[in-house]
T-cell receptor, first 115, second 113 residues
Framework: AQKVTQAQTEISVVEKEDVTLDCVYE???????LFWYKQPPSGELVFLIR??????QNEISGRYSWNFQKSTSSFNFTITASQVVDSAVYFCALPKETSGSRLTFGEGTQLTVNP | EPEVTQTPSHQVTQMGQEVILRCVPISNHLYFYWYRQILGQKVEFLVSFYNNEISEKSEIFDDQFSVERPDGSNFTLKIRSTKLEDSAMYFC???????????FGPGTRLTVL
């Protein structure tokens, strides 16, 4: 069965620091998607990115970037020049193996950005 | 921008009572989901719904749970006889395609006393 591991339970940084959130996954599928979601203190889940395993190019969106490495089964998320508003729990997620759409979430990483 | 909405935002109920959580998915989406998150824990899948039937359910989704799409816009989760351990945040999500991104509603916090 698939598995998503976010080993960092909590990370605390000072504003303007760069921070990387790790995500390691296990799946028997040869093609799959990976997702990141943000859960701010208000509690909603905000979609950040969906990435196809075919595409190992880094993805950049403003201060956010994602590094996908199929060889190490990792899909890490970096926030450059962090801001207080980035404080949230970040979840990495993977769909069910073999044509499933249900998402398996990691345990999440609580990021706190201090002023 | 279209979004998933959920009502109520907070529901308090007594153990053994029935609750219905309501969701309005994004209008052109075809896949609907319920997830839950016990306080401080990760998000867990409950059930997926497509073409007016359950397409998949987790081991959490036992006989006490049911889902329905009573009309063209609403998607409901019913818990027949709530237990203390059902206390959690319940998220509805919808997606435009089988493996598309899922957009989540703001959640309903269910408290069972």
């Amino acid at each position: 069965a698939q598995k998503v591991t976010q080993a960092q339970t909590e990370i605390s940084v000072v504003e303007k620091e760069d921070v990387t959130l790790d995500c390691v996954y296990e799946t028997r599928d040869t093609t799959y998607y990976l997702f990141w979601y943000k859960q701010p203190p208000s509690g909603e889940l905000v979609f950040l990115i969906r990435r196809n395993s075919f595409d190992e190019q880094n993805e950049i969106s403003g201060r956010y970037s994602w590094n996908f490495q199929k060889s190490t089964s990792s899909f890490n998320f970096t926030i450059t020049a962090s801001q207080v508003v980035d404080s949230a729990v970040y979840f990495c997620a993977l769909p069910k193996e073999t044509s499933g759409s249900r998402l398996t979430f990691g345990e999440g990483t609580q990021l706190t950005v201090n002023p | 921008e279209p979004e998933v909405t959920q009502t109520p935002s907070h529901q308090v109920t007594q153990m053994g009572q029935e609750v219905i959580l309501r969701c309005v998915p994004i209008s052109n989406h075809l896949y609907f989901y319920w997830y839950r998150q016990i306080l401080g824990q990760k998000v867990e899948f409950l059930v997926s719904f497509y073409n007016n039937e359950i397409s998949e359910k987790s081991e959490i989704f036992d006989d006490q749970f049911s889902v329905e799409r009573p009309d063209g816009s609403n998607f409901t989760l019913k818990i027949r006889s709530t237990k203390l351990e059902d206390s959690a945040m319940y998220f509805c999500a919808s997606g435009g395609g089988f493996d598309n991104e899922q957009f989540f509603g703001p959640g309903t916090r269910l408290t069972v006393l």
